[in-house]
């Protein structure tokens, strides 16, 4: 009994985060500069690549790099826009990070996390796994302090013109914990 709920304190300390794939582990190209960014930070925000979706790692990890290529070579920016790209399939692919401002929505760079989903979510929801990596990756990133616990959710499209994270996900969004539009 005293050890299950030394397991469970330990969890809720630093122990509860999803599978990360780093940038070597996923084959993704190294930043070109870098800004630093104090964390934690106050707000999360939700993205969709508007892409192709994908439901294996394998396809999942070429879309990551797609974007990514896409940010750099077609943007000119320094590396992939999110904080982190997250499949079909669960999987979560570094991008820029915790620690590190992103290239995502306009104001809130410098303060919040970018997680995207890969695929095109106007008409149709990601998969449960994917939704389930990025509540998990909120998480994490709470209990880790890079994230306030006291943290904002949001859609893009609440801090910029945009249509995304499409339609559908964004009603879904909408109901995930700490959302204000
Ligand atoms: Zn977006």
């Given at each position: ?12 300390i ?13 084959g ?26 994908c ?127």
């Amino acid at each position: 009994m005293l050890r299950f709920f030394t397991l469970l304190a330990l969890c809720s300390i630093a122990q509860c985060c999803p599978t990360i794939l780093t940038k070597s582990q996923w084959g993704g190209r190294s930043p070109t500069c870098r800004t630093a960014m104090s964390v934690p930070v106050p707000y999360v925000i939700i993205h969709h690549t508007e892409g192709t979706a994908c439901s294996s790692k394998s396809t999942c990890t070429t879309q990551a790099k797609n974007v990514q290529s896409y940010h750099m070579n077609s943007n000119g920016w320094c590396d992939v826009g999110y904080s982190f790209l997250i499949g079909g399939d669960g999987s979560i692919f570094e991008g820029r990070g915790w620690t590190s401002v992103g290239a995502h929505a306009p104001n809130y760079n410098s303060k919040s996390i970018g997680i995207s989903l890969i695929g095109s979510f106007t008409k149709s929801n990601p998969t449960t796994a994917a939704q389930n990596a990025a509540k998990s990756l909120i998480s994490c990133g709470v209990s880790k302090g890079y994230i306030k616990s006291t943290y904002i959710l949001k859609g893009h499209r609440n801090v910029t013109a945009t249509d995304c994270p499409g339609n559908t996900f964004y009603n879904t969004v909408k109901t995930w914990p700490r959302f204000q539009a």
